[in-house]
């Protein structure tokens, strides 16, 4: 009887811990899950945005020829920093470095990317792209730089009424 009573006891400080830690686990899947859709629905709002300033015949170097930027950094080496990358290859604004966390890359443009522990090049301003970590890479790079820090959606934000 007493090892019945063990046996039944240990079954059920297994099953309540294993409820418990899978619980945890399952609400922390449920919230990465979330923060991914909304970065995702932002990027994709932000995208949209974007080609509607291109469909109304902006182009993104107008922006920095405004505010007499003659060569930037860009923030971020995800879908965002490439396509604005692409969108200034061909334009007189140089493009002097891609700063990213992960300084290691499929797509490292020309080997431009460096990482976030790497000195600002000469610059006259800084892109941060993506906009959902927009407050936490501001803040980074303040401390590493005076330089205007602005955010990729202020390229076209100027042309809203």
């Given at each position: 009887?007493?090892?019945?009573?063990?046996?039944?006891?240990?079954?059920?400080?297994?099953?309540?811990?294993?409820?418990?830690?899978?619980?945890?686990?399952?609400?922390?899947?449920?919230?990465?899950?979330?923060?991914?859709?909304?970065?995702?629905?932002?990027?994709?709002?932000?995208?949209?945005?974007?080609?509607?300033?291109?469909?109304?015949?902006?182009?993104?170097?107008?922006?920095?020829?405004?505010?007499?930027?003659?060569?930037?950094?860009?923030?971020?080496?995800?879908?965002?920093?490439?396509?604005?990358?692409?969108?200034?290859e061909q334009t007189?604004?140089?493009?002097?470095?891609?700063?990213?966390?992960?300084?290691?890359?499929?797509?490292?443009?020309?080997?431009?990317?460096?990482?976030?522990?790497?000195?600002?090049?000469?610059?006259?301003?800084?892109?941060?792209?993506?906009?959902?970590?927009?407050?936490?890479?501001?803040?980074?790079?303040?401390?590493?730089?005076?330089?205007?820090?602005?955010?990729?959606?202020?390229?076209?934000?100027?042309?809203?009424?």
């Amino acid at each position: 009887m007493k090892n019945r009573s063990i046996v039944f006891l240990t079954g059920m400080v297994s099953f309540v811990a294993g409820f418990f830690l899978g619980g945890k686990a399952l609400v922390e899947m449920i919230n990465n899950y979330k923060m991914e859709k909304e970065r995702n629905l932002s990027n994709m709002l932000l995208f949209h945005d974007w080609i509607e300033f291109l469909y109304s015949g902006g182009c993104v170097e107008q922006y920095f020829h405004r505010h007499n930027y003659k060569r930037i950094l860009i923030y971020g080496n995800g879908y965002i920093g490439q396509r604005l990358y692409h969108a200034l290859e061909q334009t007189d604004i140089d493009v002097v470095a891609i700063m990213d966390k992960q300084n290691v890359s499929d797509v490292d443009v020309e080997g431009m990317l460096i990482g976030v522990d790497s000195d600002i090049p000469d610059i006259d301003c800084v892109v941060i792209t993506p906009m959902f970590y927009f407050d936490e890479i501001y803040n980074m790079l303040r401390k590493k730089t005076q330089q205007p820090i602005i955010a990729i959606d202020a390229l076209w934000k100027i042309y809203d009424n």
